[in-house]
C-alpha cells in the first residue's frame, strides 16, 4: 500500500541510509508509515546491537506511542533512502476520520500486536522456566504456519532463524538462564543449536510438552 | 456480498479455535460472546448489541476465534468477508474509528499486563541512562552518526541529567569524527573497539599504537607522533589502522611545516586510496601546502575541488570557501 502523496505530503520526512528515526528509550508521541524504502527495528541487548523486523514500505511502526506516553521499545533506523508519514497524538484522530485507509491499516496492526501480546502473556504465565522457553518456539512456530500458505517444510521438524537472545526476550528471562536451558534441551535431543538457526526436532512433542505442564499447573 | 443468516435461539456462530474468516454484524435478536479471562481464567460474558460487529479481531488478524458466540434467541446475522468489511469500512469510517478505540483499549490493556509479569522477572531500566547508553554503545562502536543523534536527544530530553556534560563532549566528538577526525575519547580506545572488529591479537596491539598517536598529535609533540604513525603504517598495511595512520602521516608533515613531505604523503594517499574516509581533507591540506609555498593556482584548484566533494553546509566546505575566497582577495590586492 502507498499512501497519496498529494493528500499525505505534508506528513512526510525523508532519512537517508543508516540515519535515526528514532533511538530506544526516547519519548515517543508520534507514529510513522513507510511510503517507501526500508525501515530496521534494533535493540542493544548485551552490548550487541539486534535486529529486531526489517519493515517494507506499507508497514507502521511506533504505534504504541499514540496509546501511551511511553519511552520506544527499541530504534528505527532507515536501512534505504526512506520518505515515512509522521502522525503525532495530536492529529492521529483527524487523519484517522480522513483517511479511511490509513485507520484500516492500522486497525489491523492493532490487531496483530492485540494477538502477538496475548500469545506472549499466556508464555509468561507458565511457572515452569524449561516450559516458557519450549513455549517461545509454539509461538515461533504458529506465527511461521500462519505466514506461510504452503506449510512448513519438514515439519513436525522446525527450523528457527532465532537466536538464544530473541528466545530469551520472548520468554522474559535472562539469556545466561535461557542458554542454559536451551543446552539442556539440545542434550536431550529436543532441540538443535546452530549458529544463525534453532532447530526443534518434533514440534508435535514440544505442544504437548507445554500442554502437560500446564495443565499440572491447573 | 454480505449475506443475512438467521439462527435459531442456542445455536452457535462460531467456537473458540475456529479458524474462520468472516466478520459478523448482529441485525437482530441476541448473541453473547464467551470467553475466559488471561489473568484468572474466569468466565467472561459479553453481550452484543444489534448493530454491532463481532468475530472482527481474528478474522482481521487471520488467527483463530478467540470467543464463542452463541445465539441467545432467534437471531438474524449479516455475515461478510475480510474484503467486504474493507469495503464496507472504507466508505464508512466511523466504523474504523469506534473499532481503533476498542482495539486500542484492548491493546493498552493487555501491554500493561505483558509488562507486570515482566516487570517481576526483570530489572526496569531507567529510560534517562538508557537513552544515555544507547549513545555510548554506538560511539564505541564508530557509528558517529548515530551516537551523535542518541546524545543530542539526550540533551534535548535531559538538559540537567546526570550525563549531560559527557553526552556534549561526546556529540562533539561523534561530530568530529563524522568530518574523518581521529577519535579521542578513552571510551572508544577501550578494548571494546577491537572486539568489535573482530580482529587478531596483533592487530588490537596496532589499535593500542594508533591511539598513542594520536594522543601525542594531541600533545603537539608531532615529530613523535610522526614516528608511531611510520610504525602503525608499516605493520598494518592492510588493516584498518594502518590505512588511517596515512592521512595521520600527513596531518603531522603539515603540522611540521614540511610542504613538500605533506604533499607528496597526501597524493600518494588520493591515488592509493580514492575512498578514503580523510579524503576531502587530504585535499585541504595539500591546498593549504600549495597556499604556503605561494602556488596559488594549485591551491585554488584544490579548494575548488572541495567545494565540489564535501556537502555545503559542512564545516570543511566552509573552510576551503574561506581559503579560497582569502587566496582570490590576496590576488586582488596584489
Given amino acids: 500500500m502507498k499512501l497519496d502523496m498529494e493528500k499525505f505530503g505534508k506528513f512526510a520526512v525523508r532519512f537517508e541510509p543508516g540515519q535515526m528515526i528514532f533511538a530506544e528509550h526516547e519519548p515517543g508521541n508520534s507514529f510513522f508509515f513507510v511510503q517507501s524504502g526500508r525501515v530496521q527495528i534494533v535493540k542493544i541487548l548485551d552490548d550487541i546491537e539486534k535486529n529486531i523486523d526489517i519493515l517494507q514500505p506499507g508497514e507502521i511502526f511506533g504505534e504504541m506511542a499514540i496509546l501511551e506516553e511511553e519511552p520506544r521499545s527499541a530504534s528505527a533506523v532507515a536501512l534505504d533512502k526512506c520518505v515515512l508519514l509522521e502522525f503525532t497524538r495530536e492529529n492521529f484522530e483527524i487523519i484517522m476520520a480522513g483517511y479511511p485507509q490509513m485507520a484500516l491499516k492500522l486497525l489491523k496492526t492493532f490487531t496483530k500486536r492485540i494477538y502477538d501480546q496475548k500469545r506472549c502473556f499466556l508464555t509468561l504465565t507458565l511457572d515452569d522456566e524449561p516450559a516458557k522457553v519450549a513455549d517461545v518456539f509454539l509461538m515461533l512456530a504458529e506465527n511461521l504456519m500462519r505466514d506461510s500458505a504452503e506449510g512448513v517444510v519438514g515439519y513436525p521438524r522446525v527450523e528457527f532463524k532465532a537466536s538464544i537472545e530473541d528466545i530469551a526476550h520472548w520468554a522474559g528471562m535472562s539469556v545466561n538462564k535461557c542458554r542454559e536451558i536451551l543446552n539442556h534441551l539440545a542434550s536431550q535431543r529436543k532441540i538443535e543449536i546452530y549458529a544463525d538457526k534453532i532447530v526443534v526436532t518434533n514440534i508435535n512433542d514440544m505442544s504437548r510438552y507445554v500442554k502437560s505442564k500446564r495443565n499440572q499447573q491447573k | ?334
Fill in chain 2, 1 to 334: 456480498m454480505p449475506r443475512a443468516v438467521n439462527y435459531k435461539a442456542n445455536s452457535i456462530v462460531y467456537f473458540e479455535g475456529d479458524k474462520n474468516e468472516n466478520i459478523y454484524i448482529l441485525q437482530g435478536g441476541a448473541v453473547m460472546l464467551r470467553s475466559y479471562d488471561l489473568e484468572n481464567g474466569q468466565e467472561i460474558q459479553d453481550y452484543i448489541k444489534t448493530g454491532e460487529f463481532f468475530g472482527v479481531k481474528s478474522a482481521l488478524g487471520r488467527f483463530p476465534k478467540e470467543e464463542t458466540a452463541q445465539v441467545v434467541k432467534d437471531s438474524t446475522i449479516l455475515v461478510m468477508s475480510v474484503p467486504e468489511f474493507e469495503a464496507l469500512a472504507l466508505k464508512n469510517s466511523r466504523i474504523i474509528i469506534k473499532m481503533l478505540k476498542v482495539f486500542s483499549n484492548q491493546l493498552r490493556r493487555i501491554h500493561k499486563q505483558v509488562r507486570n509479569l515482566l516487570s517481576s522477572n526483570r530489572q526496569p531500566v531507567d529510560s534517562e541512562s538508557g537513552l544515555y547508553k544507547i549513545g555510548e554503545y554506538y560511539l564505541k562502536n564508530r557509528k558517529y552518526e548515530k551516537a551523535k543523534y542518541v546524545f543530542d536527544r539526550y540533551i534535548e530530553y535531559y538538559p540537567d541529567g546526570m550525563f549531560s556534560r559527557k553526552a556534549s563532549e561526546y556529540s562533539y566528538e561523534a561530530s568530529e569524527c563524522m568530518k574523518g577526525k581521529a577519535p579521542k575519547s578513552e571510551i572508544m580506545q577501550s578494548k571494546d573497539v577491537a572486539d568489535y572488529d573482530s580482529m587478531e591479537q596483533d592487530v588490537s596491539e596496532l589499535t593500542k599504537k594508533y591511539f598513542q598517536g594520536v594522543s601525542l598529535f594531541n600533545q603537539e609533540k608531532f615529530e613523535q607522533a610522526l614516528k608511531v604513525f611510520r610504525e602503525v603504517n608499516s605493520e598494518g598495511v592492510e588493516s584498518e589502522y594502518g590505512v588511517k595512520s596515512i592521512s595521520d602521516i600527513g596531518k603531522c608533515y603539515f603540522a611540521l611545516k614540511k610542504w613538500d613531505e605533506c604533499i607528496k604523503q597526501y597524493t600518494f594517499m588520493i591515488q592509493k586510496f580514492p575512498k578514503h574516509p580523510d579524503l576531502v581533507e587530504a585535499l585541504l591540506y595539500v591546498g593549504n601546502c600549495y597556499k604556503e609555498k605561494g602556488v596559488v593556482d594549485k591551491a585554488a584548484g584544490f579548494y575548488k575541488k572541495i567545494l565540489i566533494m564535501a556537502k555545503k553546509d559542512s564545516q570543511i566546505y566552509r573552510k576551503a570557501d574561506k581559503a579560497l575566497k582569502s587566496l582570490q582577495e590576496r590576488q586582488n590586492e596584489a
